[in-house]
């Protein structure tokens, strides 16, 4: 069975159960049989053998049915409640639109429109139709409400964020004399009495429980006390990544505007004031070549000035007053300029006449001056008198906004966020919202450079004024001068400048200020209280096109006069002005549609260009702009007269300035179309023909009265632009319109489009060109008029034509061209899309815009009876109706006032029946054409019964039959864009059902069969092009994801709409469907799940998964009361049936048919290997999410409403429970190269994790009887990798797993683990344990590190000491695990390897500049999300616990428990869960004690650990906690159990490891929490007459002298040497009691480790395992045990100190002692592991070998070959290493250390050897303990001795401390030498060390060569290193001294090694030679040997004595002649 892949296992099991889930099925769905629906036959025929049959969907129940009966037999409230859908689902509402205008822009009453203008404006004015569900979202809204969550919770309180108050202590002088008792300083046991203190406040009713179930009570209600209610509230929200469920509501169609800026007019001053001036602004694309604004007009005359014009202006319009105006830019670039230009009344003279003046005088020179400037305002108001009306151009001035704003820019952060002003449109964001361009022109353009939404508000002062060039007046020369200022900052050809300024403050515009008009001068939203002055907005022309719909009704022409040229004309036309007219027909009635300019009229009838002195062929620059009249006609037209205006006033002429020259004109329809354009007029003299306006001037028929100018030719250029959103100005969109309203009625054929004429018969073809042809329109009319476009298609699918008498159906090009339109959208690269691949503005259209077409209505033309007119038709004209008609007309108009809000609703009433019968009957007993009759909508249930009006096509019914009949290309991207025809149906299907349900039809009959069936085959199409694409073409798998998604949205909205069995139906195909394909595993898990993701996140999915029909509670049990049950009478089918609530059954997924299918999805995943797990993630994320929304969901409030979701996903625990197995709750080590959290290589951790239940299953654990789990564990972890989750998506799948158990019944949840089979058990605790880690409190100040206290740490560090050494045990083990009733190490390893990177989700979220309010929010709520979820597992282990004395093995149970309890101790926990864990923990005492205190002695050992160190937490309340646990912990010990010394002995230990580890141990703390428990005990009355007082009084008594010593090693605290000697020294102290040796040696240990002496903390244990040989060695006599310390000295000589323990000091038997975990051989294999792990860290390879050799024939003797195998695997690895680094390894470096002065007390006088890492120079040690000993002592106190000459004490100052630091090197004899060959033999175990003094006679250090003698001074250590600490004393001291030549002889052979070595190398190194060369050669500092030679060799010496050295460095130098 083992052998099986999982997938047949599955099968296997599930064919068992096959029949009776048919059976159910049959017994739940009554005789109700499923549709047949025409789906394809073979999709599900072919099942591909990859996927397991578990995989495939099983057949849904029929919900509809199901709900009825159901709801019908259902009595319980809540099913009323929550059975079905609430009945006011759907909204179908009309919103109105936002308009901002005061009013909506419409044309002028009172004209009859044509119908193409009477459709824009009703598209652009009627509100938006938005269907809506009640409560979509609801889960959503809650998570909108976090943000106020923080203020709603308690403050948890940490010990890690207290803050102890006394935490700068100063640095004492580290003396040893602390020891010793004189120095008064320290607290003794001796002189510290606790009973001096006053014990903490004790716990209340600690001992007052009658019974356990009273207990049990107490303690619940407590936790159940100010729980917070939603877990989902407290966790991080989920990536975004994955929520494909969240559909972006599009943005609501608005006008569109670009980035806003208000220009601010103040001043425009010349040096001289003497006329009225008038300044135009607008905006100019140098880039583009183009304006980009319409002209603003303003002036700033004074009333003087105004009053010169009096008589030319009848009245003045305060909307002309305007000083400021708002531009806008869609397309910011740096070229874009603000060009001014200024205009003057006209003068007689040449521009530079006219501005002379103020170019020569000055102001300020008043008095020179004064008479000629009262003489030139004086002309001044002559002319203005006379030529008032008209102007000349005089300057103008530019300056360019990019810069401005460039220098003017808020920091550039803060423009991103704008968070300034918390305002929506920044440009960042705009870009999302803008359909901007992308091409290339765009993209180059430095974004900051052109960021224009957000700047400081900026004055400008332009004082550069050009003079305007008569002959250089045109937008070209314009743009010239721009693009010459731009290279040079100057225009070329020198203009001359005037001298004057204009002041400008320019401002970015985020909301509309206040008394805005719009261009149109509509007033704009918020409109002015006051009449101030107003500011006007200014339309732009973009540089480049914009995608946005038009919505408001705007309709302006603008008219550009370019050039004339008279220059042939003879006469005096040289002042030529232009009068320029809009008029309606001939008779001159001009029309006052010319806005004016400034200071003035709104609306003029005239308007005159200004004037160029003397000049025939004048160019302007005048911008004209019109409201256009919305009815046109073909008498509209544009008039021009032209003028000659004479200057100077003649003496004859008697009154008009003005002569007239000619005329040309401009009709402004042609062909019924709008005129623009380039134009070039010929000009009539004299007189207008008649009739002229229905012409074009170039084609008039030649008359002969007609006189025109230079022969007809044209002469007068202009241009017209058009800016309406009612003249499309595109032929296909034109004619297309035409055709359109043609059809509707009212046209006279023949038609005439443009150039051509259309008859009746003809229409139908040319209709559907148009149709055909739309798509190839250009993109911007299409997109600007699409709402339009696609309206009127919509209402030819649905309308069937009679054109001529024939039926004309154009529904199937009209889809045809809707697809390709669609098609043509989404492939334009100008548009944006979301990020579901949208096209943003068809979203829009469909979300708001889109409504049912009008019904189909009859042509009148047709001919066939009366027409009724719909509702909505009133513009139609009527025939004569008949009585009937009428009727119904009314009739219908009530129905349909759900849709048109205008009417009003009259109750429906009898006679509506009565009238409607007769209408029914009529309209069956006519049948004529389907297509001829309208039947109102509510005849809908007919007599027969049939489900469909047989005679009325419904749009949805149209659309679908189109879809499903389209094919070819049209098919292929109608599929491709499924997401816009499935949103197009589910809107009408909404329309129509929310007409239909105001006759509350039920849902089963409100589509027919025949839609259905096409619903049907459409999701199968679009599943099978889903597959088809995964198969084929893996590029496209994007494209496939998008339309999952699609398809899965349209099924989400259909639930709301249809009969939910038929759409689950669906659901069940489009599974099957997916897995018939041979799609990859995951990559079909991944597109299933993002399926059910969507279809699960309705809103309704509880009801859809009928969650209230699932077994909340357990069954109900025989007998009332769990305890008092025997566990026999619990019946085997009612335990199977509760065991089967949680896992995932056929009849679950059955009736649960959405959560069946997601946890399949799970299970499935989690099954699966997927690359990085993302299947895994994105399986977890929707159980995650989905659980998430129920849990924030109103809905779920009441705990009876959550228990019932709850039950919903008991499976899930199943499922979690299981993974527990094979995933690895860790980050996936990759453990080639470094590690990937980063962290150190965690050596521990190389041992491969052993599949605990496998151990087990082999093994034989007696607790296996119902093993299946195992087995398929086996099964599973031999069959595959293991998969690993991330620690994020862990946590996910864990908080899931929480929130089920907080929420479910409780007694269903007792009963579960009641009946679960041990193994099982195991696994949840195991998986309690892992939660506990999980969702650990990471502190506040967590930036990147995790700061949890150092005490946390070296508990973790003590959990890893032991579980590494318990890991895999052997025999003995083995047995000791039996008795322990659980294996110890499961749920630990996990626990460990998970913690490391945590910290992950966290430091995802993180961003390092958070504030600090933030920080402490966030800490906030993460403490609440710990507090929570660590008491939901308390919850869940006190349900096992008090279910337990149902259970069979309760034993086992209990300790799993509790150490599930000790493991949440071990984390950082709240006062909170801490007060309740207690709780439960005494609880556990009185209840279990015995059970504890024989079986777990190791536990026991571990909660005493874990009490204690909370009696020394600086919180009080953890510590009255704690106190009273220990206390109850003693007593009951004593009293019951009776081995009181071993908890004593526990106690003692475990405050002995605390105190070792902990550095920042707070002692007094732990002594009050000893008077506390001193204080219980003498409070206690039962306990009175007993030994329990005096023996917890000695305990204590103990424990206060351990704290002493803590004391003193808190003061070297900064001092490791001292640190270490100390320990040291207790430990030795603690030679007698071995349980305490080894905790401080294994304290030791873990410094060293810490401070990376790895070879010292390695020694460490090896002294530890001594210690326990030696008592392993007293109790059993094994050939394979070591004989004790003796053993051990080939590792080190220093081990045989341990061999102190001898018979007398120690019987084993003694109760209490020796009973610790390590005194056992597996205890024993575990520290030479640790410890031969720990050497090879440190780089001795060889000592590995050596502790190897000691535990090998350990393991042989218990046959243990896994772990031999790894052992061997280890050795090998060691002596690679020896292989491979072989000179390369570093080991120590040694140095003496001597300190003098009484400053150091116990220390003075006294020398040391230190041990330093390998590569340490002096100075960084003398640095080191320089730095430290200053602190102690002062800085001027220390004296630092730097040579090495013996130090003479008569010669130091007695008030300094001196430190003498010299480099020494290991020491051996000759005969040494022989043994010690290798590099580590050279290394290790050293006692000998020597340093050379070099010296002269004459008593300097250096002399010359004959002169210098060295000093060898050689120091024996009383230990050998490596030892268990890093410095040891010197114990002897020999000196000899060397002569001169002897030195030389030495340098000699020096050398000549090192030339050997060189030499010798396998691979010689030439820059080694080069330089030993040189030194052998040149007379170097170190005079090289040829100095030697010449010194020593020179004569042979007198003295024989000398003799021999003589000779011996001859021999050297011969030898190194010969290298």
Known sequence: MASLGSAERRAFALKINRHSSAEIRRHFGGNHVFYHSRTNSNASASVCLTVPQSYEAVEPLDLEEYLMSQLRSGDSDLMQELGDFPDDDLKVEHVEKECRTARHSVPEDGVELEPHVRDCIKSYTQPWLVVSRRCQGDGWTAYSERASLHKLLRKQTFESDVQPENQQKPVKSPTLAGLSDDSGRTLTSSDFNLRCLTPDQRVERLLAFSSHDELDRFNQEARQGNRHPELFALYPPADEEDAVEIRPIPDCPKEHNGDRILFRCQAIKFEIEIEPIFASMALYDLKEKKKISENFYFDLNSEQFKNFLKPHTPHVDPSTLARSAIFSITYPSPDIYLVIKIEKVLQQGEISDCADPYMTLRECDSTKNKDKLEKLRGHAEAFCQRLGRYRMPFAWATVSIMEVISTAAIDRDITDSDSLKGVKSSSIDRKGQLPRRNSERYSTIDDQFCNVSAFRSATITISTIFKQEGDRLSDEDLLKFLADIKKTSAPQRRIKTISGSIKLEMSSVQDTPLGCLSTELIPLMPVAEKTSRVVKEVLEFPSSEVYVPHNIYRNLLYVYPQRLNFVNRLTSARNITIKIQFMSGEPSCSLPVIFGKSSGPEFLQEVYTPVTYHNKSPDFYEEVKLALPAHLTERHHLLFTFYHI???????????????????????????????????????????????????????????????????????????????????????????????????????????????????????????????????????????????????????????????????????????????????????????????????????????VFRLPDPPRDMQNAGSGSMIPSAESRYSTMGRATAATVGNMLLQSRVRSSSNPDIPTPHASTEDAEVKNILFAKGHNNP????????????????????????????????????????????????????????????????????????????????????????????SVVTAEIATILVKQQKEVEQAEKVNISLAFFLYDLLSLMDRGFVFQLVKNYCNQMSAKTVSMPTLISMRLEFLRILCSHEHYLNLSLFFSSPASAPASPCPSISSQSSGSCSFQEQQSILGLFELSQEFKQQHYLAGLLLTELSAALDMESEGGKVQRKAINAIYSLLCSHDLDNRCIKPEVRAKVAALYLPLVGIIIDSTNYLDFTVSDTRGGKNKTGGPEDDLENVPPINQSVAMAIAGNPFNTLGRNVLVSMASTQGKSIATLAADTSRHLLVCFL??????????????????????????????????????????????????????KSQQAKLQLEEALLRGMGARGEMMKRVGGMDRTMGQRENLRWRKDL???????????????????????????????????????????????????????????????????????????????????????????????????????????????????????????????????????????????????????????????????????????????????????????????????????????????????REFQEDPEMLMDLMYRIA???????????????????????????????????????????????????????????????????????????????????????????????????????????????????????????????????????????????????????????????????????????????????????????????????????????????????????????????????????????????????????????????????????????????????????????RKTILTTMHAFPYVKTRINVIQKEEFDLTPIEVAIEDMQKKTRELAVATHREQPDAKMLQMLLQGSVGATVNQGPLEVAQVFLNEIPADPKLFRHHNKLRLCFKEFIMR
């Not at 209402?795 to 008498?805: D, F, N, R, S």
């Not at 025809?981 to 009959?1005: C, G, I, W």
């Not at 099982?1320 to 969702?1335: G, M, P």
């Not at 010394?1541 to 007094?1564: C, H, I, N, P, Y």
Request: aromatic residues 10%; charged residues 25%; hydrophobic residues 35%.
């Open 1399 to 1609: 910290t992950q989700w966290r430091q995802t979220n993180d961003k390092q500049d958070k504030t600090k309010a933030e920080l402490d929010q966030e800490a906030l709520i993460s403490g609440n999300l710990a507090t929570e979820t660590n008491l939901i597992v308390l919850d869940l282990l006190e349900t096992i616990v008090q279910a337990l004395p149902l259970a069979e093995c309760k034993d086992s149970v209990v300790g799993g428990v509790l150490k599930v309890l000790l493991h949440s101790l071990t984390c950082n926990q709240s006062t909170t869960f801490l007060s309740h864990t207690f709780s439960t923990l005494r609880a556990l005492v009185v209840k279990f004690g015995d059970l504890l205190f024989e079986e777990e002695a190791e536990q026991c050992a571990d909660l005493c650990q874990k009490v204690l160190q909370y009696c020394s937490s600086p919180v009080d309340e953890n510590r009255s906690q704690a106190c009273a646990t220990l206390y109850l912990i003693m007593r009951y010990s004593y009293s019951n159990a009776s081995n009181f010394s071993r908890v004593k002995m526990q106690v003692t230990m475990s405050l002995a490891s605390l105190v070792g580890k902990s550095s920042d141990f707070q002692e007094e703390y732990l002594r009050r929490s000893l008077r506390t428990i001193l204080a219980y005990a003498e409070e206690d009355t039962e306990m009175q007459n007993t030994q329990l007082s005096s023996q917890v009084d000695e305990l204590l008594r103990n424990l206060n002298s351990i704290l002493s010593d803590t004391v003193k090693m």
């Open 928 to 1019: 004529g054409s389907r297509m001829s009759t309208y039947v109102d909508i509510n005849s809908h249930q007919s007599p027969t019964g049939s489900t469909r009006p047989s005679n009325r096509k419904q749009f949805h019914e149209e659309l679908a039959l189109q879809m499903v009949v389209s094919t070819g290309v049209c098919r292929e991207n109608a599929y491709k864009y499924a997401w816009f025809f499935f949103e197009l149906l589910v809107k009408s299907m909404a329309q129509h059902v929310s007409q239909l349900d105001k006759q509350s039809v039920p849902r089963r009959s409100r589509f027919s069969d025949r839609f259905k069936d096409d619903i049907t085959t459409i999701v």
């Open 1299 to 1352: 929130w089920v158990m907080k929420n479910a019944d409780r007694s269903l949840i007792q009963r579960w683990t009641v009946d679960m089979p041990p193994s099982q058990l195991n696994k949840l605790l195991e998986l309690l344990t892992i939660c506990v880690s999980c969702f650990e409190y990471r502190g506040k100040q967590s930036g990147d590190k995790v700061s949890t206290q150092a005490l946390q």
């Open 1628 to 1910: 030795k102290g603690y030679q007698t009691s071995p349980d305490l040796r080894l905790t401080w040696l294994q304290n030791m240990a873990e410094k060293h480790n810490n401070r990376k002496c790895y070879t010292e903390s390695a020694m460490c244990l090896v002294h530890a395992a001594a210690l326990v040989a030696e008592y392993l060695s007293m109790l059993e006599d094994h050939k394979y045990l070591p004989v004790g310390s003796v053993t051990f000295q080939n590792i080190s000589p220093n081990v045989l100190e341990e061999s102190a323990v001898s018979d007398d000091i120690l019987s084993p038997d003694e109760d209490g002692v020796c009973s610790g975990r390590y005194f056992t051989e597996s205890g024993l294999v575990g520290l030479l592991e640790q410890a031969a792990e720990l050497f090879s860290n440190g780089g001795l390879y060889e000592a590995v070998n050596e502790v190897y050799k000691i535990i090998i024939p350990i393991l042989e003797a218990h046959r243990d070959f896994r772990k031999l195998a790894s052992t061997h695997d280890k050795l090998q690895r060691a002596f690679d290493n020896i292989i491979q680094k072989g000179h390369k390894r570093m080991f120590g470096t040694y140095f003496r250390v001597g300190f003098y002065g009484t400053k150091f007390g116990d220390l003075d006088e006294r020398e040391f050897i230190y041990k330093e890492p390998g590569i340490t120079h002096l100075p960084e040690i003398s640095h080191r303990l320089e730095n430290f000993y200053s602190q102690c002592f002062g800085d001027d106190t220390l004296v630092m001795i730097k040579d090495s000459t013996p130090v003479d004490r008569k010669q130091l100052n007695p008030n300094k401390a001196y430190i003498q630091i010299t480099y020494v090197e290991p020491y051996f004899d000759d005969y040494e030498m022989k043994d010690r060959l290798t590099n580590f033999e050279k290394n290790f175990n050293l006692r000998r060390f020597m340093y050379t003094t070099p010296f002269t006679k004459s008593g300097r250090p250096r002399g010359e060569l004959n002169e210098q003698y060295k």
């Open 646 to 848: 004479s200057c100077q006033q003649k003496q004859n002429q008697s009154g008009s300035c003005e002569t007239l020259i000619g005329y040309s004109w401009l009709p402004i329809l042609n062909n019924d179309r709008l005129q623009t354009g380039q134009f070039c007029l010929p000009i009539v003299l004299e007189r207008l023909p008649s009739n002229y306006s229905l012409h074009m001037p170039e084609k008039v028929p030649p008359q002969a009265s007609i006189k025109w100018m230079e022969s007809h030719k044209g002469l007068f250029n202009l241009e017209i632009q058009a800016v309406s959103s009612v003249h499309t100005q595109d032929n296909h969109l034109e004619r297309f319109f035409t055709l359109c309203h043609a059809l509707e009625g009212g046209a006279i054929f023949p038609l005439r489009v443009r150039e051509e004429k259309i008859p009746e018969n003809k229409l139908e073809h040319e209709l559907k060109l148009s149709i055909i042809s739309l798509s190839s329109s250009s993109l911007e009319p299409l997109v600007l008029f699409l709402h339009l476009v696609l309206d009127k298609l919509f209402t030819l699918i649905m309308q069937p034509m009679v054109i001529a008498g024939q039926t004309a159906n154009l529904a199937q090009i009209a889809f045809e061209s809707v697809v390709s339109i669609v098609n043509s959208l989404h492939n334009s690269q100008e548009l944006i899309r979301d990020q579901q691949g949208r096209n943003s503005l068809l979203a829009t259209y469909l979300y708001w």
